[in-house]
């Protein structure tokens, strides 16, 4: 037995593959999934009902506890099942396809494509059901309609078989059951759970749209403070980190262009605001683009991936204070005058020590002796501006 609670994805897809597998090389009697699930990506979807296809253990879908839901990829992966059952006081159904998968797609897709994608999903879950001889109308209306149903009333429809209070409850059902070519023998049987391994917890725990908002934040704030304070390293090899990682799941979540967009703008005035006199206008552009475009940078149409705002509302005040106190900080320095060394010479007026020509003279900058040149004579103690330092030898001209 195994249980997924939260949205599909590559995780859970890997974690049923690897359950199914297990159960055969012990040849248990079935593999039971306790599922509630407000539903997922359809590309992990699929990778799931494949896995039940050709699994040769019985695959039991139990959508439990009371509440719990399977929704959207949850009515397809219970479907798909050898079994389907749920506990009393659950719900299955609102199917209609919103992603065929990860990568960034618009906000409003085309209508063209809505419809390729909803006519994909009708044929599949259409599919699904005739290979498990259950109600295709209703599948089928589940996908067009998003039509939602209790365990009553899907046990009516012959959407699913059972309706079990408890795993106990549910083992004692299937007792006797035939399952293809198997006669189930649960009755009394011992529950071997199948644990998630430790790679696939961490994956199943950094796949979610929270974790990708924070590791593009740590990006934004290590690249820009690395490149606003140049030497200091460490922010910008965990910038760089947490770029890559950001991408990565990029690739899997369902990420808005135009949410993206929103964010890069806000950063943009964000850094055009350090150099601008527009008096913290910028800033406040800033602000509301990066406050919209996290509302908007995941597709609020998929089930599961949807940021609060007790998380946007603070990442958008630490950013707006990131970047204007410590990027413009940095930045600001960058762009002051030079305090030290040979180039703070430049622009000074000395005394001529001597008379100087274009050959040879001497002056005198702050208490030492400076060997000098000058295109036009200058006479000994006449006030010289020191035009440019050339190695040892400064370049000067008279002072007007």
């Not at 009393?88 to 396809?97: D, E, L």
């Not at 707006?320 to 106190?325: K, Q, S």
């Amino acid at each position: 037995m195994i249980q997924i609670n939260g949205a599909i994805g590559p995780a859970t897809a890997d974690y049923i593959t690897r359950a199914t597998k297990a159960a055969e090389s012990s040849r248990l009697q079935c593999l039971v999934i306790q599922l509630d699930t407000p539903g997922g990506l359809l590309d992990s979807t699929k990778e799931i009902v494949q896995a039940f296809y050709a699994s040769p253990v019985p695959v039991v879908v139990y959508v439990a506890p009371p509440g719990a839901n399977a929704g959207s990829a949850g009515c397809f992966i219970t479907m798909a099942a050898d079994v389907a059952a749920m506990a009393p006081n659950t719900s299955i159904g609102a199917a209609h396809p919103v992603s065929l998968g990860g990568g960034m797609g618009e906000e409003k897709p085309d209508e063209v494509m809505s419809k390729k994608l909803e006519n994909f999903a009708t044929s599949y879950i259409e599919a699904i059901a005739t290979k498990r001889h259950r109600n295709v109308e209703w599948a089928i209306s589940a996908v067009r309609e998003s039509a939602s149903i209790t365990a009553e009333k899907a046990l009516e429809l012959k959407v699913i078989e059972i309706i079990a209070a408890d795993v106990p409850d549910l083992l004692k059902q299937l007792d006797q059951r035939e399952v293809g070519s198997r006669r189930l023998a649960t009755a009394g049987a011992e529950v071997v759970p199948v644990p998630m391994l430790l790679r696939e917890k961490i994956f199943q725990t950094l796949w979610r749209p929270e974790v990708m908002f924070i590791l593009m934040l740590i990006a934004v704030y290590g690249i820009i403070g690395e490149l606003s304070n140049p030497g200091v390293i460490l922010p910008g090899v965990a910038g760089s980190i947490a770029l890559i990682l950001a991408l990565y799941m990029a690739a899997v979540l369902p990420l808005s262009i135009a949410g993206l967009a929103l964010i890069a703008l806000a950063v943009a005035l964000f850094v055009i605001d350090v150099f601008a006199p527009t008096h913290g206008v910028l800033t406040v552009g800033g602000i509301v683009a990066f406050f919209v475009g996290s509302l908007f940078l995941f597709d609020k149409t998929v089930p599961g991936f949807r940021l609060s705002l007790g998380m946007i509302i603070p990442a958008t005040i630490i950013t707006a204070a990131f970047f204007t106190l410590v990027v413009g900080a940095g930045l600001r320095a960058q762009l002051l005058p030079v305090k030290a060394g040979r180039e703070t010479m430049r622009g000074k007026t000395v005394p001529a020590l001597t008379s100087i020509d274009a050959q040879d003279g001497w002056v005198r900058v702050e208490g030492e002796d400076w060997s000098a040149r000058s295109d036009t004579p200058i006479r000994a103690g006449q006030t010289v501006e020191i035009v440019e330092v050339q190695g040892l030898t400064l370049k000067v001209k008279p002072k007007s």
